[in-house]
C-alpha cells in the first residue's frame, strides 16, 4: 500500500491548446478508494495514465509511497491496471493469464500457484482457471483482469472505466465485488468513471473533474448536499439537482434545489405570500418506489423535476404550483 501523491501536475498534447490537465494537486492516502469523475474529455483518464506512467506529463510531479516517479516506467511504479476491455490474452487459460506476470518476473513456482489460488478463490475463478477467455462471460474476463492485478499484490491498483463493457446488472455486481476487495486488501485504489452513480455507491472521496481542472473533492454525501459550484450541483446526482437562475426569486443568487426538496401541489393551494412557482406537468417517470415528475415552469420555460414517494397519480400538462423548501437550498455567487 503507498500514498499518491500530484502536484500541480499538467499535461498538454498541442502547443495552444487548453491543457487536458491543468494544475491537478492532490493526496490520495493510503489505503484509500479514490473515484475520479466526470464528463467525457474533462482529463480523468489522462490523470490515471499519468499515474500509471503510460503518459508523461507535461509539468508537475507525481509521488507513490514518497518516491517520485515522474520519469520512472509503468513497470518502475508498483502499480496493476485494470483496463475497460480486460486486456487478456485470448491464447492463455485464465490461470495462465493470471500469472503470466508473475513468470516474467521469475518468481517462484509455488509462490505463483499460491497467489493464483488465492484470487482465484476469493473472485469465485477456481472452476475456471483451465479455459481460455473467449469461454467466459464478460464480467468472469472483467474478474480474470482484477485477479491479475490483485496476484501482483501491487502498492496502488488504477480502474479505467473498468465496468463500461457490461450490462447494468453485471455492473452492479461488479461494483461490488470491488468493493469487497478494496475492504479485503485494505490497498490504495483510484478508479475512473463517467457514471456519477459508480461514484456516489464506490468511493470514499470523489474528484469531480471538468475541463481538466478539479472542481471539488469531497465525500460522496458532501457532493451531494453542498456542491460548491453549478457544474457539481448539475453532474452529481439521479437526477441531478434544479438550478434556478437569478431572477426567479427576487434578492437570491443562483439557487440549487434537489428534486426531492421542492414539494408539488395543486394549482391555487399553495397559501397566499408564499414562494410558490405557476408550472405544467410535462410527463412522468415511475421508478417504482418513487415518480420523477417533470415539468416546466409557465414563466421562465425553465424544466425542473420534482421527485415524489411511490406512484404519482399527476397527469400530463396539469396545472401545478412548486414550492421549494429554503432550508435545503444551495446558494451559488456570480
Known amino acids: 500500500m503507498a500514498e499518491v ?13 487548453r491543457p487536458a490537465v491543468d494544475g491537478f494537486s492532490l493526496t490520495v492516502k493510503d489505503g484509500e478508494f479514490l473515484v475520479l469523475v466526470g464528463p467525457s474529455g474533462c482529463g480523468k483518464s489522462t490523470t490515471l495514465r499519468m499515474i500509471a506512467g503510460l503518459e508523461l506529463p507535461t509539468g508537475g510531479t507525481i509521488a507513490i509511497g514518497a518516491r517520485d516517479v515522474t520519469a520512472l516506467p509503468p513497470k518502475d511504479r508498483d502499480i496493476a491496471m485494470v483496463f475497460q476491455n480486460y486486456a487478456l490474452y485470448p491464447h492463455m487459460t485464465v490461470g495462465e493469464n493470471m500469472s503470466f506476470a508473475l513468470k516474467l518476473r521469475h518468481f517462484p513456482k509455488r509462490e ?22 473467449k ?3 464478460g464480467g468472469q474476463r472483467q474478474r480474470v483482469a482484477l485477479g491479475r492485478a490483485i496476484v501482483r499484490e501491487p502498492a496502488v491498483f488504477l480502474f479505467d472505466e473498468p465496468l463500461s463493457n457490461l450490462d447494468a446488472k453485471m455492473r452492479v455486481e461488479m461494483r461490488s465485488e ?33 475541463e481538466g481542472k478539479i472542481q471539488q473533492v469531497d465525500s460522496p454525501m458532501r457532493l451531494y448536499e453542498h456542491p460548491v ?4 450541483a448539475g453532474f452529481i446526482g439521479t437526477p441531478p439537482m434544479n438550478l434556478f437562475p437569478r431572477g426567479i426569486f427576487p434578492g437570491r443568487a443562483m439557487v ?7 414539494h408539488i401541489r395543486p394549482a391555487g393551494a399553495t397559501p397566499a405570500g408564499a414562494d410558490a412557482l405557476a408550472a405544467s406537468v410535462d410527463f412522468l417517470e415511475s421508478l417504482g418506489s418513487e415518480t420523477l415528475v417533470h415539468v416546466v415552469l409557465r414563466e421562465k420555460g425553465l424544466r425542473v423535476i420534482v421527485r415524489e414517494s411511490g406512484f404519482s397519480a399527476r397527469a400530463a400538462g396539469e396545472n401545478v404550483e412548486l414550492v421549494p423548501d429554503w432550508t435545503k437550498a444551495v446558494e ?3
Open 135 to 137: 469461454a467466459l462471460s
Open 112 to 133: 505463483i500457484e499460491r497467489r493464483v489460488t488465492a484470487a482465484a478463490e476469493a473472485l469465485g475463478l477456481t472452476p475456471y482457471l483451465k479455459r481460455l477467455p
Open 5 to 17: 501523491v500530484l502536484s500541480e501536475v499538467t499535461k498538454f498534447y498541442a502547443r495552444g491548446e
Open 256 to 262: 440549487g434545489l434537489r428534486p426531492e426538496h421542492i
Open 178 to 210: 470491488i468493493i469487497r476487495l478494496h475492504q479485503r486488501l485494505g490497498a490504495t485504489m483510484i478508479y475512473v468513471t463517467h457514471d456519477q452513480i459508480e461514484a456516489m455507491t464506490m468511493g470514499e472521496r470523489i474528484v469531480v473533474m471538468n
Open 332 to 334: 451559488f455567487s456570480a
Open 229 to 232: 459550484n453549478p457544474f457539481v
